[in-house]
């Protein structure tokens, strides 16, 4: 109170916004139905028949490595992390991706038969996948790759 005068302080309340409430829902099944939805129908066989022979790479090695469909790749890793993979590029074409740092890249390109180059923001070597390429041609790659990651 200031002579005759009162003061009353108020804070002024706001309405909260309405949430809605949202279904859940489950985890999205990656296969060759849900690719062929967004990519092209070729390119997804292509894909598919890469992974196959990337697999047999795998299992006829003995690597500990699980395969696991992403909505943008398929990944074989070793716990959380990625090793290695094939991932979409566009609708229709697809490449290699090798989890490398910088400074191991200059070993994982002496090893390929194929041109690669090392993408900074994923930090992981690539190649571009044109169906010149013989997957059995980049076996010591693969070696290579997780031979270095097995290091770690």
Known sequence: MVGDEEFLLLNRLEEEP????????GMEVYDKEFYKQYRNGESVDS???????????????????????????????????????????????FGFFFKVSLSQFPKIEKVSPYKMEYDE????????????????????????????FMEK
């Open 121 to 148: 923001r994923w930090k992981q070597a690539t190649l571009k996948y044109d169906g010149e390429i013989e997957v059995k041609k980049l076996e010591p790659v693969f070696e290579k790759i997780y031979d270095l």
């Open 47 to 93: 894909f598919f028949k890469v992974v196959d022979e990337v697999e047999a790479i795998v299992k006829r090695k003995g690597w500990n490595l699980e395969k696991k469909f992403n909505k943008h790749y398929m990944g074989f890793k070793t716990g959380f992390p990625n090793v290695f993979g094939i991932h979409w590029l566009g609708t229709r074409s």
């Open 18 to 25: 309405e949430i809605k409430a949202r279904s859940a829902r």
